[in-house]
């Protein structure tokens, strides 16, 4: 009998087992080739967040410190007014939704942690936190290591 473990292999086949807690993937290694291990704990990962996207769904916050800053929803399109002289538009992509407790508060919310992320990293990179003030927009509960200013004086 091939060597099996759940939620573990990626070259051989794949088989779907019911059980009494409800569906078990599981993975069957027909060869233990070092190439073919390597896979294992990523295969497992992708999985288990799949299974996770889908029951409890994945979510990101970020924080926009600013004075007049502020983000708004516009459909399916976030809109930025963060000191720029125009608005920055981005779209969401599907799969993702957003919504907007407060102006200054973003939540991204959606079944796919690396789309959620992503799109999360994408708004956070139109304006990151810089050292000096902090002024940006940070995930929530981000530290930003602050800088000293110029000091003046002999």
Same mark, same amino acid.
């Given at each position: ?8 292999? *990626?070259?051989?086949s794949? /088989?779907?087992? /019911? #059980? ?16 073919? /291990? ?5 295969? /497992? ?10 029951? $409890?769904?994945?979510?990101? %916050? ?9 983000? $708004?929803? *516009? ?12 608005d920055?538009?981005? *779209?969401? &992509? ?8 407060? &102006? ?6 959606? #079944?796919? $942690? ?14 990151? &936190?810089? &050292?000096? %003030?902090? %002024?940006?927009?940070r ?7 602050? %800088?000293?200013? $110029? #000091?003046f004086?002999s």
């Amino acid at each position: 009998m091939p060597f099996s473990r759940p939620f573990a292999c *990626q070259t051989t086949s794949a /088989r779907c087992q /019911r #059980s009494w807690c409800g569906v078990m993937i599981w993975a069957a290694c027909g060869e233990a080739a070092r190439a073919a /291990r390597a896979y294992h704990g990523l295969t /497992r990962a992708l999985v288990s967040n799949m299974v996770v996207g889908v029951t $409890k769904g994945f979510e990101k %916050k970020l924080e926009i410190i600013g004075v007049g800053w502020n983000a $708004k929803l *516009q459909g399916t399109k976030v809109v930025l007014n963060i000191g720029f002289c125009h608005d920055v538009p981005i *779209q969401l &992509p599907d799969g993702v939704s957003a919504e907007c407790p407060n &102006p200054t508060q973003i939540v991204l919310t959606g #079944s796919d $942690k690396q789309m959620v992320g992503q799109t999360a990293a994408v708004i956070r990179a139109v304006r990151p &936190p810089e &050292p000096y %003030k902090g %002024k940006g927009i940070r995930y929530q509960g981000e530290y930003v290591k602050r %800088k000293a200013g $110029k #000091s003046f004086g002999s």
